[in-house]
């Protein structure tokens, strides 16, 4: 179909689906078994397989390019390949920019580093994949994208906070601890945060707001980088200071 706007998309779930699976695995082959099971789960209908080869044959129109005789679902026993090239996939420059982001932080280029994590998190988009993660796959592809998502989030404060941007995260780590209320690194961060902005009371209570909600939730004790941060504030340790610049 083709939008207001002239864009073209793909309207039909099954075959949202049978593409989205497609992208998920590209360069690899994608078995009909499998296809059928992502679609239909454990209850394909009997003409299934047949099912399958029309979404193929759809979505083969839909990515075929005028003039170009070669289309990027190849037939690969037992089933189907996606062939992208290596500058089409936005997985693989997140996953990039991920580790080069890492890396800048762990040599002590945090300015680097933050243009690293932020030129990742720029191609987000919004929730992952919608309705479309019934499926095993779709699902754990899912799961795991959010999860890389939210590490890119820490790491990305974590250069923040070195470069002394302690002030403007309070608000931004306040609500990602409201949204996240498990995710125990949020509230360290935002602990020293607080901390570095005199706002020590500030952070032992959110230290005790972490640990009612871990207790409450799962009957957990706070981790230990988060009772260690605790007991440094109880005590003024200096090493909680931002290193000054040489």
């Known amino acids: 179909m083709v939008d207001s706007r002239g864009s073209r998309f793909v309207s039909a779930k099954k075959m949202q689906v049978l593409l989205v699976l497609l992208l998920i695995r590209a360069r690899q082959v994608v078995s009909i078994d499998e296809a059928i099971a992502e679609i239909w789960g454990q209850n394909p209908p009997r003409r299934a397989t047949a099912g399958i080869h029309v979404y193929i ?7 075929g390019q005028p003039g170009c005789r070669n289309n990027p679902i190849l037939t ?3 089933g189907y390949l996606l062939h992208l090239e290596d500058d089409q996939f936005d997985v693989d420059r997140f996953q990039e920019l991920l580790h080069r982001g890492r890396l800048h932080l762990k040599e002590g280029r945090p300015e680097q580093a933050v243009t690293a994590f932020e030129g990742g998190l720029s191609l987000w988009r919004g929730p992952v994949l919608g ?5 095993p796959v779709i699902a754990g592809f899912a799961t795991w994208l959010e999860e890389t998502r939210l590490e890119y989030l820490e790491w990305l404060i ?8 302690h002030r403007e995260l309070i608000g931004r ?6 949204e996240y209320p498990l995710r125990e690194t949020f509230y360290r961060q935002l602990m020293l945060a607080l901390c570095r902005s005199e706002r020590q009371a500030d952070a032992l209570r959110t230290y005790q707001q972490a640990r009612a909600r871990l207790n409450e939730e ?5 981790c230990r980088a988060l009772r260690d941060l605790q007991q440094a504030i109880l005590v003024a340790d200096e090493r909680l200071e931002l290193p000054a610049a040489v």
């Not at 974590?158 to 941007?165: F, M, P, R, T, V």
């Open 57 to 63: 044959s759809q979505l083969r129109k839909f990515l």
């Open 76 to 78: 690969r026993p037992p």
């Open 131 to 135: 309705d479309l993660c019934d499926g």
């Open 158 to 165: 974590e250069a923040q906070l070195s470069l002394g941007l």
């Open 173 to 178: 780590l306040s609500a990602l601890t409201a």
């Open 218 to 222: 799962l009957g957990l004790e706070p």
